[in-house]
């Protein structure tokens, strides 16, 4: 009796077992036809948005990952001379670029610059931001012409305000040497020193991010609820503790998010470093990304594959820093 007990037992569960992965099959196609009809219109709405994101990132990315394994450069790509079409002769050749990179001290050095650079503007830009987006917070005669001011740098196309600089740091006829000169001391060469020119190229992109912080930092504070202050104020916190405990807790969240975008473009900004210095004097304010744009536009024969590989290092490191950033966020208990 148990012997037929558990036969059908085994039966009943084998035959189950044949119709699960059936009933599975079944099911699955209905549950999509099913988002499909009932999500129909957002489907289409995404659609021309993957696309054109397919098209104008994920094509170069992957074609940038690809030439970072060959060893293409300006004498084998495949060109065409006149009527004459030369096909390409570059071949595969591994992680050969990235170890070469890697292994060489001019990545390394970039990279210090670069750290150097990126971590001076984000702090300069937030402290000045933060500063000025508390104090037009505030109800002060003639604020929204300051606010207007302040963030008219935005407004202007990064190469307009980059040339404007680069003509008030003219070593001769540049209103900086002049008003030093004025005063009774030595004119200084801007962009010829490899030290002010660091400086110079620093204050530049200071100049251009605050805007951003400002108005990021200013809408944040607007969110903080006034009844907070209010509050602090009765029970005797200073202006120092209701910055301290209300303000920057208050803005946790905004400055994050801001912080991790600005060091994104910092880190990768090729206007302010190319159309102030060129990477000069020298290769004194190079950083990572104007040495990828070198390699594949200005040594000769030009490099692609290296210049690929450098974006793809530089991609990593972006991307890195991102996880760890949000990592920490996290422990922080501020997700996003």
Partial sequence: MAVETSQSVAKAAGAESARGPGRRTEKNPGRLRRALS???????MVAPVVIVIGVIIGYPLARGVYLSLTDANEANVER????????????YVGLDNYTAALTDSVFWDRLGWTLVWTVSCVALSFTLGLVLATMLNRKIKGRGFYRMALVLPWAVPAFVS??????????????????LAGGGFDTISWLNDPMWAKISVIAVNVWLGIPFMLVA???????????????????????????RHITLPGLRSVSSTVV??????????????????RGGPGDSTEILVTYAYRLSF???????????????????????FAVVYRRALRKQGEVW
């Fill in 162 to 179: 980059v040339f404007t600089w680069r003509l008030l740091f003219n070593e001769r006829g540049g209103l900086f040497n002049k008003l």
């Fill in 298 to 320: 200005v040594v000769s024969p030009r490099d692609f594959a290296g210049s690929a590989a450098w974006g793809v290092l530089i991609l990593l490191l972006l991307s890195l």
């Fill in 38 to 44: 009932t999500h129909w219109y957002a489907w289409s």
């Fill in 260 to 277: 991790l975008l600005s060091s994104i473009w910092t880190f990768n900004m090729f206007p302010v470093i190319f159309l102030l210095t």
């Fill in 217 to 243: 930092l200013l809408g944040g504070l607007q969110s903080i609820p006034g009844e907070l202050y209010e509050a602090a104020e009765m029970d005797g916190a200073s202006a120092w503790q209701r910055f």
């Fill in 80 to 91: 065409t001379i006149g009527v004459n079409h030369i096909p390409a002769t570059y071949e």
